[in-house]
Nanobody
Framework: QVQLVESGGGLVQPGDSLRLSCAASGFTLDYYTIGWFRQAPGKEREGIGYISGRDGSTNYENSVKGRFTFSRDDAKNTVYLQMNSLKPEDTAVYYC??????????????????WGQGTQVTVSS
């Protein structure tokens, strides 16, 4: 049974850091790209980047580039999202998702077949 479970969200102040985890089960991470998305209140879910299963390469959306980092621990079958210098505009529910379709734009949600339940990140003073 394929499953993705996010954890690590919480309430932090601007400038703080937070690390989210995305634990995968039912499949092996090194065969799949994992995308990260977020959805702020009243907004559409947007892609913030991905980490490749094949070679661990990463790509980031401009608003998080230089502040967010994806990594992977194959032994734990877990992907991480390290978020630094958090801003109030980073407040959202964060999701990880498994990409099943290749070709097309990585931020297209239709390319992903399994999603985690999401974890809330709130950045507020």
């Amino acid at each position: 049974q394929v499953q993705l479970v996010e954890s690590g969200g919480g309430l932090v102040q601007p400038g703080d850091s937070l690390r989210l985890s995305c634990a995968a089960s039912g499949f092996t991470l090194d065969y799949y790209t994992i995308g990260w998305f977020r959805q702020a209140p009243g907004k559409e879910r947007e892609g913030i980047g991905y980490i490749s299963g094949r070679d661990g390469s990463t790509n980031y959306e401009n608003s998080v580039k230089g502040r967010f980092t994806f990594s992977r621990d194959d032994a734990k079958n877990t992907v991480y999202l390290q978020m630094n210098s958090l801003k109030p505009e980073d407040t959202a529910v964060y999701y990880c998702a498994r990409r099943s379709v290749y070709g097309g734009n990585w931020w297209d949600r239709r390319l992903y077949d399994y999603w985690g339940q999401g974890t809330q990140v709130t950045v507020s003073s």
